[in-house]
């Protein structure tokens, strides 16, 4: 029993693991091509990925268009949460399921969509239109990760700077937000990683200057396999990984913050 | 400060910036396609003179002095291109109009003053063409969204397409029939391995649980990238097949059905684990003891005790899986051939290829429906398990 166990693990292990390592060596590849074993170890690809004017007009559109669009969604994100929190009851409900309804839109429907509004309004083909169509499905996370910081907010903190002379302003920039910054810098990041990785509403929204480094693999993947795909993807897994580590460190610190 | 089940104005002022954000860029795109679906303007745009007078006519007799007079307004005052998508469009409803409106157009513009249609042409004898304006004149029309059904409104009311231009149900279809599957193989590889998540201790379970949650954390994009490098011809898994099974010939996988179906496993296989994992360690572990001890097959303690208590975890992971996967658009269009593409990329075809807005919004209305539908069981699902 023991060893079928074992097995079992072990594969599905390989299955969940072994694309992310294909790619490791990839990256480093010293040839032109995408195939496994690679004939060398060389950084030639990354020189590409970071000095082509393409590929780096496309990083900087998606760190601009990152930032900005974690930084929208975080606001209205955080404020909202702030608004329904302690709420309960069914409209309460059906505000928090209208909220996370963007999470469940297909992303080309919403392309769809926002396109034939961008044409209305004169935002098609603009970073505006991009950062606002990032914010849209990133404002479920961040309003997920502040509700849950909040929920784990102590409510004597509150009142006892409440009955000490704090107006409610006061209570909430000195009290309330410093303690769940944890939750609202987890919002931030998770947007941002999501903005990061979101190619299908971007290829509706994006004009060739707005395209971003997530769209430009997907062409390249599209069209032709240079291994400077490869970097950008390890660079994204190493991205990931940072993210990944400062999330759980944040929810840790939290965790040990609040014991 | 208690909970309470009305906003105060406080509150409600804090959640305003989202709702006015969400009502712009989610709501009103949302709208627009509902409205992109249904509407038909070509031909009300082209005649806004005979729009007027049309309705007056009972639809049997010849047309009235006042309908030609305005039709032939309506020739001298609209712009050529809107009258030709117009009558191309009526073209494809009643045929021969093409001509019969060229004919006309030419005569109309070398007469001065009042035109007598039917000295032009006879045919404007025929309330025929006349009721076809007519017909196409609502700005609202269901053409769209039966289209894309493949189905069309004949004579006899509403009638399936000829099976030569009907493609949307089949890929329908397909998407249903491919999103079943990864759900089906995300439940078996799924529920064996979160069981195993959920007994397992110490630095054990931290790998596994990386090995959920890394794949999980990257990008939709780079893992297509790896399965790319991973399905090639004489790629990783065809030399793995070839030493397996010992078959000489490579085994296609790249842009087959096989190859996106292993993929898209692959991408949604952690929510599936991690859904049947929650539930698996809220559940008391001597629960499987206690069946041992009362002399419980593994087997039957399985079935009978594990698995009923598993399955709202199941079935919620499988509402998601399935979701998710209804709206794939990328992963098939990288790994899959011709015959692997799912609604998502006719949607996006329609739109940017061939900027045919009213059947792209027709599709993606009937997609949005679907997965809202099972959004809304889902929400209701982890509602009840969040409430337990």
């Given amino acids: 029993m023991g060893v079928i166990k074992f097995a079992w693990g072990l594969v599905c292990v390989i299955f969940l693991m072994g694309p992310l390592l294909v790619i490791l060596p990839i990256a480093f590849n010293a040839g032109s ?6 004939e060398g170890w060389s950084l030639r690809w990354f020189t590409v990925l970071f000095t082509d004017p393409a590929w780096r007009l496309s990083i900087w559109n998606s760190l601009i268009v990152g930032v900005a669009s974690s930084a929208l969604a975080t606001v209205l994100g955080t404020l909202a949460a702030l608004g329904l929190r302690g709420h309960f009851g069914l409209p309460m409900t059906l505000t928090r399921i209208a909220f996370l309804l963007p999470m469940a839109t297909p992303a080309v429907v919403l392309g769809v969509g926002m396109q034939l509004v961008y044409a209305r309004i004169g935002l098609s083909s603009s970073y505006a239109g991009v950062i606002v169509g990032h ?3 990133s404002i479920p996370l961040t309003i997920l990760s502040v509700a849950a910081a909040l929920a784990s907010v102590d409510r004597t903190a509150e009142r006892a700077a409440a009955s000490l002379g704090a107006a409610p302003p006061k209570v909430l920039w000195l009290v309330t937000l410093p303690m769940a910054l944890p939750g609202i810098v987890t919002g931030f990041v998770f947007a941002f990683a999501n903005s990061l990785d979101e190619v299908v509403l971007t290829i509706f929204l994006a004009g060739p200057n707005q395209r971003t480094l997530a769209q430009q693999m997907f062409l390249q993947l599209r069209d032709n396999l240079s291994p400077a795909i490869a970097a950008a993807a390890f660079s994204f897994i190493i991205a990931t990984v940072c993210v990944g580590v400062t999330g759980l460190w944040l929810r840790h610190r939290n965790a040990a913050r609040s014991r | 400060m208690t909970g309470s089940r009305t906003l105060g104005i406080r509150a409600f002022a804090l959640v305003l910036p989202l709702i006015l954000f969400l009502a712009l860029f989610f709501v009103w795109p949302l709208v627009s396609i509902a409205t992109t679906a249904v509407s038909d303007n070509e031909v009300a745009r082209a005649f806004p003179n005979l729009g007027r007078v049309i309705d007056e006519w009972d639809g049997v007799s010849p047309p009235t002095p006042a309908m030609q007079e305005a039709l032939v307004a309506d020739i001298r005052e609209t712009a050529q291109t809107a009258m030709g998508d117009a009558v191309r469009r009526l073209n494809t409803q009643t045929s021969g109009f093409r001509s019969l409106f060229g004919r006309t157009q030419q005569a109309v513009e070398r007469a001065e003053g009042a035109v007598d249609l039917p000295s032009i042409d006879e045919r404007w004898e025929d309330p025929v063409f006349w009721n ?8 609202y029309t269901t053409r769209f969204l039966l289209g894309a059904l493949d ?12 099976p030569d231009q009907s493609v949307h149900r089949q890929v329908f279809l397909r998407t ?6 990864v759900t089906l193989f995300c ?21 596994l649980m990386a090995a959920v949650l890394l794949p999980m954390w990257t990008s939709v994009l780079v893992r297509c990238m790896a399965w790319l490098i991973i399905l090639q011809k004489d790629g990783v898994m065809a030399e793995i097949i070839r030493t397996l099974s010992g078959l000489r010939e490579a085994v296609p996988l790249l842009f087959t059905r096989t190859g996106v179906l292993i993929a898209m496993t692959h991408v949604m296989l952690p929510f599936m684990i991690l859904s049947i994992y929650s539930v698996l360690i809220a559940m008391p572990k001597s629960l499987m003891m206690a069946a041992a001890s009362m002399g419980a097959r593994p087997l039957a303690a399985f079935r009978t005790v594990l698995l009923p ?3 709202p975890g199941i079935v919620s992971g499988a509402l998601l899986v399935f ?5 794939f658009y990328i992963l098939p269009a990288l790994l899959g051939g011709g015959d692997d593409q799912l609604i998502s990329s006719f949607v996006a075809n329609y739109a940017i290829r061939q900027a045919n807005w009213s059947l792209a919004s027709a599709l993606g209305l009937v997609l949005l429906i679907v997965t809202v539908a099972i959004f809304a069981l889902y929400q209701r699902l982890s509602d009840r398990l969040a409430r337990r």
Avoid: D
């Fill in chain 1, 33 to 38: 091509f995408m195939v496994l074993p690679i």
């Fill in chain 1, 135 to 137: 914010a849209v499905l």
């Fill in chain 2, 132 to 139: 076809t304006i007519r017909s196409a004149l609502p700005p």
């Fill in chain 2, 151 to 162: 189905l069309q409104r004949g004579e006899a009311g509403v009638e399936a397409m000829p």
């Fill in chain 2, 176 to 181: 249903i029939g491919i999103s079943a599957l």
């Fill in chain 2, 187 to 207: 439940a078996l590889i799924g529920l064996p391995f979160a069981m195993l998540l959920a007994v397992t201790t110490g630095w054990v379970r931290q790998v």
């Fill in chain 2, 309 to 311: 208590l598993a399955m």
């Fill in chain 2, 323 to 327: 979701m998710t996967s209804l709206g």
